[in-house]
């Protein structure tokens, strides 16, 4: 319970007897979010020491993501069975030698990682995004958490956070996409990159951004929940605003960098109707606009983005796409031959025909104009699979898996 003397050295790996305590006190009669409740106000009351002990408790798990070569984290609620899982190489699998622990156990841990404010916003909104930091042989290591109600208790989910920035010629696009994503050569319009969770959509925003750091002298604002890689300025000054601590929403971020004399902005996620209109309203207005959506193709991240908002309003956030988008790039991490994930993906550049189609809401026609337009730099995810496929990159079989037509696939390969 709170109140009993910490050791007076935090012990890795062992969690600490007031954890336990604290867990055996809870009455019978909570359960859910009024037992979690419980649990945050006397997490509140812990000493520093206290906090540090669950904090070095922590980390030990966290660590291992290192170790590992781990991409994630899960850990936490009645699906865990009280231990931590990793993805390595695409797979997520528990690690029992990490030891286990009860839900409620882990509860109290994992409450010890969000301040009373974030407490609050989970209790009432049952989930919470936030940047995680571990100083581990020297090094910083940052990761993405998001902690959440899993049946009664709660769940924490990892992503680490690369701190190294992959090249924009390392993504591999064409001369065209590459020439159009950069601002010196096309300054205006929407660009999204999409893909599922996991697939490398940050890493290859970052590559985007980082590019144009180096290339012209300007000034770039990123809006983000949370904040993952930090940006040095190099000839652009890079402002990094977290959604909950620097402003409220993704919606208010963008119509407030308006006001801040940006060249480019980048938004975070698309989740909602608001910030998708903020940020058409931001590249109508002249700007450079980048974001992420949650689509496996180029072709359902325009269904999506229509599909967001009521049938009376579609005509109007049609004819705005058509004239503010400039790409879709859709991507997915596949297993490589011989170990580890090479990237595959879909690129849509927009053309006349394009845009007359979404305007005409003939959007069923865009993926033949993918098909066909590979002199502009565009390229179906079937063509880059096949393309992977003829370098042995990856097996017939995880093309076929991976592929969102397989039809069209089968033709590449015959």
Same mark, same amino acid.
């Given at each position: 319970?709170?109140?009993?003397?910490?050791?007076?050295?935090?012990?890795?790996?062992?969690?600490?007897?007031?954890?336990?305590?604290?867990?055996?006190?809870?009455?019978?009669?909570?359960?859910?979010?009024?037992?979690?409740?419980?649990?945050?106000?006397?997490?509140?009351?812990?000493?520093?020491?206290?906090?540090?002990?669950?904090?070095?408790?922590?980390?030990?798990?966290?660590?291992?993501?290192?170790?590992?070569?781990?991409?994630?984290?899960?850990?936490?609620?009645?699906?865990?069975?009280?231990?931590?899982?990793?993805?390595?190489?695409?797979?997520?699998?528990?690690?029992?030698?990490?030891?286990?622990?009860?839900?409620?156990?882990?509860?109290?841990?994992?409450? *010890?990682?969000?301040? /009373?404010?974030?407490? !609050?916003? $989970?209790? %009432? &909104?049952?989930? @919470?995004?936030?940047?995680?930091?571990? #100083?581990?042989?020297?090094?910083?290591?940052?990761?993405?958490?998001?902690?959440?109600?899993?049946?009664?208790?709660?769940?924490?989910?990892?992503?680490?956070?690369?701190?190294?920035?992959?090249?924009?010629?390392?993504?591999?696009?064409?001369?065209?996409?590459?020439?159009?994503?950069?601002?010196?050569?096309?300054?205006?319009?929407?660009?999204?990159?999409?893909?599922?969770?996991?697939?490398?959509?940050?890493?290859?925003?970052?590559?985007?951004?980082?590019?144009?750091?180096?290339?012209?002298?300007?000034?770039?604002?990123?809006?983000?929940?949370?904040?993952?890689?930090?940006?040095?300025?190099?000839?652009?000054?890079?402002?990094?605003?977290?959604?909950?601590?620097?402003? *409220?929403?993704?919606? /208010?971020?963008?119509? !407030?960098? $308006?006001? %801040? &004399?940006?060249? @480019?902005?980048?938004?975070?996620?698309? #989740?909602?109707?608001?910030?998708?209109?903020?940020?058409?309203?931001?590249?109508?207005?002249?700007?450079?606009?980048?974001?992420?959506?949650?689509?496996?193709?180029?072709?359902?991240?325009?269904?999506?983005?229509?599909?967001?908002?009521?049938?009376?309003?579609?005509?109007?956030?049609?004819?705005?796409?058509?004239?503010?988008?400039?790409?879709?790039?859709?991507?997915?991490?596949?297993?490589?031959?011989?170990?580890?994930?090479?990237?595959?993906?879909?690129?849509?550049?927009?053309?006349?025909?394009?845009?007359?189609?979404?305007?005409?809401?003939?959007?069923?026609?865009?993926?033949?104009?993918?098909?066909?337009?590979?002199?502009?730099?565009?390229?179906?995810?079937?063509?880059?699979?096949?393309?992977?496929?003829?370098?042995?990159?990856?097996?017939?079989?995880?093309?076929?898996?991976?592929?969102?037509?397989? #039809?069209?696939?089968?033709?590449?390969?015959?």
């Amino acid at each position: 319970m709170p109140g009993v003397a910490a050791p007076k050295t935090p012990r890795p790996g062992v969690l600490p007897d007031f954890v336990r305590s604290l867990a055996r006190s809870a009455p019978a009669s909570l359960h859910g979010k009024d037992r979690v409740r419980y649990y945050a106000e006397h997490v509140s009351r812990f000493t520093e020491r206290q906090r540090e002990e669950l904090v070095v408790y922590l980390d030990r798990f966290v660590a291992r993501m290192a170790e590992l070569g781990a991409s994630d984290l899960d850990m936490g609620g009645p699906a865990t069975s009280g231990h931590a899982w990793y993805r390595v190489n695409g797979d997520k699998k528990p690690y029992e030698e990490t030891g286990a622990a009860s839900n409620d156990e882990i509860d109290i841990v994992l409450l *010890n990682m969000a301040g /009373e404010a974030q407490q !609050q916003e $989970l209790l %009432q &909104d049952g989930s @919470i995004d936030f940047s995680y930091q571990l #100083r581990s042989q020297g090094k910083t290591l940052r990761f993405r958490a998001t902690l959440y109600f899993d049946y009664l208790h709660l769940g924490l989910c990892m992503r680490a956070i690369s701190d190294e920035l992959r090249t924009l010629d390392g993504v591999g696009f064409h001369p065209v996409i590459k020439k159009g994503l950069m601002f010196e050569h096309v300054r205006d319009g929407l660009t999204l990159v999409t893909g599922v969770t996991g697939s490398g959509k940050s890493s290859t925003l970052d590559a985007i951004i980082d590019a144009n750091n180096e290339s012209f002298h300007g000034h770039i604002v990123l809006i983000a929940k949370p904040v993952e890689y930090m940006h040095t300025p190099k000839k652009c000054i890079v402002r990094h605003r977290e959604v909950g601590q620097d402003v *409220n929403s993704f919606k /208010e971020g963008i119509v !407030q960098s $308006l006001r %801040q &004399d940006p060249d @480019i902005i980048v938004v975070g996620e698309m #989740r909602d109707p608001e910030t998708i209109s903020s940020a058409l309203e931001a590249a109508d207005s002249g700007h450079k606009v980048f974001s992420t959506l949650h689509t496996s193709s180029a072709v359902e991240s325009l269904d999506r983005m229509i599909a967001e908002y009521p049938h009376e309003e579609q005509d109007r956030v049609r004819n705005r796409l058509a004239d503010s988008l400039r790409c879709v790039i859709s991507q997915k991490l596949l297993p490589r031959v011989g170990g580890g994930r090479v990237l595959c993906k879909e690129v849509l550049w927009m053309t006349p025909s394009v845009r007359a189609a979404i305007k005409n809401q003939n959007i069923g026609e865009i993926y033949q104009m993918i098909w066909e337009g590979g002199k502009l730099g565009m390229v179906t995810l079937e063509q880059d699979l096949a393309r992977l496929l003829k370098e042995r990159k990856i097996t017939p079989e995880t093309a076929m898996n991976f592929a969102n037509n397989k #039809r069209r696939l089968q033709q590449l390969l015959q």
